[in-house]
Antibody, heavy 123, light 106 residues
Framework: QLQLQESGPGLVKPAETLSLTCSVS??????????WGWIRQPPGKGLEWIGS???????YYNPSLNSRVTISVDTSKNHVSLRLNSVTVADSAMYYC???????????????WGQGILVTVSS | DIQMTQSPSSLSASIGDRVTITCRAS??????LNWYQQKPGRAPKLLIY???SLQSGVPSRFSGSGSGTEFTLTISSLQPEDFATYYC????????FGQGTKLEIK
């Protein structure tokens, strides 16, 4: 059964780099036809896609965050990483990693999701 | 840029009610529209993909329809566990979520 678990510091100082890891169990992270995404949710607000990484190694980022975001995979550890540079208070949110499903003619989606990790940006 | 707008933003309903939530795209898009359910303190869960395909394990009282710019999620008979926030998400290009619809018990 596929499971995802986010980890990382819950508190980051302004202007520093947020680094999170999503540990994947139940499927090799480099399986073909799938991809991995990061999504965040500020407290009491809606969902915002951060970016995705595909089996090919291609990455796609939300244009509003593009210059600050890096998503990568470590196949030896079977995890997906997120780095967000130069954080501000506005980056405080619950951060989720998710497995990207795809079927030709049906598009793609995120399922399942990890339980999330709350990151607060504060000095 | 495409905008996804859900209506209503919040909704009160009773057990057994039929409920419909709408998601509108600001531009005509493909039918790659997904619906998620999120309960307080929990991660979102996929209900419907490609506008009308029911994800495995999701009760059949949930259904989706629509195309182009207007999509709907219908719950045919509300159950206590259905009170949650629902999000639409288009996946035609850059993934984009609607702002959410909070479904509360009346």
């Amino acid at each position: 059964q596929l499971q995802l678990q986010e980890s990382g510091p819950g508190l980051v100082k302004p202007a520093e780099t947020l680094s999170l890891t999503c540990s994947v169990s139940g499927v090799p992270i480099k399986s073909s036809d799938y991809y991995w995404g990061w999504i965040r949710q500020p407290p009491g607000k809606g969902l915002e896609w951060i970016g995705s990484i595909y089996n090919s190694g291609n990455t796609y980022y939300n244009p509003s965050l593009n210059s600050r975001v890096t998503i990568s995979v470590d196949t030896s550890k079977n995890h997906v990483s997120l780095r967000l540079n130069s954080v501000t208070v506005a980056d405080s949110a619950m951060y989720y990693c998710a497995y990207g499903g795809y079927r030709y003619g049906y598009g793609n989606w995120f399922d399942p999701w990890g339980q999330g990790i709350l990151v607060t940006v504060s000095s | 840029d495409i905008q996804m707008t859900q209506s209503p933003s919040s909704l009160s309903a009773s057990i057994g009610d039929r409920v419909t939530i709408t998601c509108r795209a600001s531009q005509s898009s493909c039918n790659y529209l997904n619906w998620y359910q999120q309960k307080p303190g929990r991660a979102p869960k996929l209900l419907i993909y490609a506008a009308s395909s029911l994800q495995s394990g999701v009760p059949s009282r949930f259904s989706g329809s629509g195309s182009g710019t207007e999509f709907t999620l219908t719950i045919s008979s509300l159950q206590p566990e259905d009170f949650a926030t629902y999000y639409c998400q288009q996946s035609c290009a850059t993934p984009l979520f609607g702002q959410g619809t909070k479904l509360e018990i009346k």
